[in-house]
């Protein structure tokens, strides 16, 4: 069985918020959001503002929330994720490639696979395309 990755949609924060969280019982299927909107979502294409940053070097943990004027989501980081993370600061404009997750606290967060910094530009441009 060939292994495909799933597509990152590129949506406002408001509809993982606003989503169902489903959790899959297949070794290899992933959990995922389902929204009205944008149907099922395992990986997401997001940008935002880095409004706020906690990082434990010792632990190796890294996590920001950001913000995309819609609502706020958090995005955490383990092992070399966190060093990339931390090359990023709080008010930095940010696009975000990862996969939905939940944590204990059944908290919706991202695990990210791709952060890089962008334009103001190309923000309001991504907000103004999901509207």
Not at 11 to 16: A, T
Not at 44 to 49: A, P, S
Not at 104 to 128: F, W
Request: charged share 30%.
């Amino acid at each position: 069985m060939a292994l495909t990755r799933s597509v990152g949609i590129r949506l406002p924060i408001s509809e993982i918020r606003n989503g169902t969280y489903i959790e899959t019982s297949g070794q290899w299927e992933s959990n995922y959001i389902e929204s009205e909107k944008y149907g099922k979502i395992t990986r997401v294409v997001l940008y935002g503002i880095i409004s706020s940053k906690y990082t434990n070097l010792v632990k190796e943990f890294s996590a920001y929330t950001i913000d995309d004027l819609t609502e706020e989501v958090r995005v955490v980081g383990f092992k070399g994720m966190s060093k990339i993370m931390n090359e990023f600061e709080k008010d930095d404009i940010v696009l975000i490639i990862g996969k939905v997750k939940k944590d204990k606290e059944n908290e919706i967060y991202i695990s990210p696979e791709i952060i890089k910094n962008v334009s103001i530009d190309n923000m309001i441009l991504n907000t103004i395309e999901n509207f």
